[in-house]
């Protein structure tokens, strides 16, 4: 028999975490430009593209991370905060 919570994931290690420094403002998540430098789902990014709707839902949007080191999505409610860099 499996170990409790064998099917969770482990964090991918490819991602980015949060860092400490900087200003950040709470933006909803439908103002979130690309080129904006987010924080969201636990993770620091520079939004390459913004996917909306996602996944033919007009509640749900996808930013888009893409780097030479990496590609993710990361789905929100259009309704949802995220931290956004300032200056």
Known sequence: MPAPD???RAPDARLTPM???GSWT???????QPGDRVRH???????A?????????DGMLC????T???WAAYPAPVAAEVQ???G
């Open 41 to 47: 789902a636990g993770h620091e990014f520079t939004v």
């Open 19 to 21: 860092s400490e420094s």
């Open 68 to 70: 030479p080191d990496r």
């Open 63 to 66: 930013f888009i991370e893409d």
């Open 49 to 57: 593209r913004v996917d909306r709707p996602f996944l033919g839902r």
């Open 6 to 8: 064998s099917h969770r």
């Open 26 to 32: 709470a933006t909803p998540a439908a103002e979130v």
């Open 84 to 86: 956004v860099a300032t």
